[in-house]
């Protein structure tokens, strides 16, 4: 089950272009200037989606992301969790205090999760628990694809350098289908002619996944820390 809906997910994904920015200098002033005023647009877009709640996936829409233009690394997870009414940010709780050691891992330091990258998901809305009991539910294919064209607009104004992507819905929507032991210790270019930027996958910081508990992806994970700490020095992130 989990497997067709991560190939759904990486076609529905793939097929939505990017679309590239007119300016080839598009760090410029003016033209960053722009880009923040359609992503504010964007945003706006977002907060009034109510498609899922039409469809009858979630009781109500209160969608978590944050972010500016001119942060050069994006993370990119399946689904926020269960929003914080006092606090509506993203990784507030334990997946937020494990990707924030992860980053520390790598060198960054204890502000960068939040002043350093652009958090966002394939879907924007938490889409309740999981039926079993254990963890969130996994947003369906249907609730993507509402939200796919939100992320391909993200993409193309926020241009990130490297999307560091969360649990394998979230990496085989950018890389297409794979195990995460086969994508998480590797950094892999975006398959878009138009957006250029790295991929490196990492498995879901949730206390509800055991993927950490073999041997092997635990080394498979060191691994991805260590070549994004090297990509921190190299780019001066």
């Not at 942060?71 to 997870?77: A, D, F, S």
């Not at 809305?125 to 539910?137: E, M, Q, T, Y």
């Not at 975006?190 to 949730?206: I, M, T, W, Y």
Request: hydrophobic fraction near 40%; charge should be positive.
């Amino acid at each position: 089950m989990v497997r067709r809906l991560a190939a759904v997910v990486a076609s529905l994904i793939m097929e939505t272009p990017f679309l590239s920015h007119p300016d080839p200098d598009h760090r410029t002033a003016p033209a960053t200037a722009a880009r923040q005023i359609a992503l504010t647009r964007l945003h706006d877009e977002i907060a009034a989606c109510q498609r899922c709640v039409a469809d009858g996936y979630i009781p109500s829409a209160h969608p978590i992301f944050k972010g500016a233009i001119g942060q050069r690394l994006m993370v990119l997870g399946q689904a926020p969790a269960a929003p914080d009414r006092e606090r509506p940010r993203p990784y507030m709780g334990a997946s937020g205090r494990t990707l924030r050691t992860w980053l520390s891992r790598a060198g960054f330091d204890e502000a960068a999760l939040y002043e350093r990258c652009y958090l966002t998901s394939l879907t924007k809305c938490f889409p309740g628990s999981s039926p079993s009991g254990k963890g969130d539910r996994a947003p369906s294919a249907r609730e993507i694809g509402y939200c796919r064209g939100h992320l391909a607009r993200e993409l193309a104004l926020v241009q990130p350098e490297i999307i560091i992507t969360l649990g394998r819905l979230a990496a085989v929507a950018l890389l297409g289908n794979a195990a995460l032991s086969d994508l998480v210790g590797t950094l892999r270019p975006l398959a878009r002619p138009d957006l250029s930027c790295l991929v490196l996958p990492l498995p879901h910081p949730s206390g509800v996944s055991r993927w950490l508990n073999d041997p092997v992806n635990q080394g498979r994970h060191q691994q991805a820390l260590a070549l994004l700490a090297a990509e921190r020095i190299r780019r001066g992130l």
